[in-house]
C-alpha cells in the first residue's frame, strides 16, 4: 500500500480528518482523535501505525512484518505498526485500519457518536 492509497482509504472512514505532523507523517484522526497514522520514521518501505485490541497487540507483535509501534507501545498503548506490507496482505490492513476507527471511535461521548454517525446499529 502506498501513502497515496492509505490516505484515500482514511478518507473514506466517517468523520475523519487528515494532518501532516510528526516528521512529515501522514496522521489520520476521528473527531480529533488519532487512529492511523502512515510514516513515522524514515525508512525506504511505508510504515502505517494502528490501534489494536489487547488480543490483536499480543498476537501481531509476533508477526513478521508487524511490532509494536515506536514510542506509543513503549507508553503501554496497544498501538502496532505494519512495516512490511506485502501487496495480498493490503486488505488485511484494511482491516486493521477500519478496526483502528473504530476502536477509537468508541471512545468518544454517546452524544458525539451519534451527530457523527458512528457506531449506529
Known amino acids: 500500500m502506498t501513502y497515496d492509497e492509505f490516505n484515500a482509504f482514511c478518507q473514506s472512514l ?7 505532523q510528526w516528521g512529515n507523517s501522514h496522521v489520520w484522526k ?9 510514516g ?5 518501505h511505508p510504515a502505517f501505525t494502528f490501534k489494536v485490541s489487547d488480543l490483536n497487540f499480543e498476537v501481531l507483535q509476533e508477526q513478521p512484518g508487524f511490532r509494536p509501534a515506536p514510542y506509543m507501545a513503549s507508553r503501554g498503548m496497544k ?11 493490503i486488505e488485511r490492513l484494511r482491516y486493521y485500519l477500519e478496526e483502528s476507527h473504530r476502536i477509537v471511535s ?4 454517546k452524544k ?3 451527530e457523527l454517525g458512528l457506531n449506529q446499529s
Open 30 to 38: 476521528v473527531a480529533g482523535k488519532v487512529f492511523a497514522i502512515g
Open 40 to 44: 513515522w520514521e524514515k525508512s525506504e
Open 112 to 114: 458525539l457518536q451519534k
Open 79 to 89: 498501538w502496532i505498526q505494519q512495516h512490511l506490507v506485502a501487496e495480498d496482505e
Open 106 to 109: 468508541l471512545g468518544l461521548t
Open 14 to 20: 466517517k468523520a475523519t480528518s487528515h494532518c501532516v
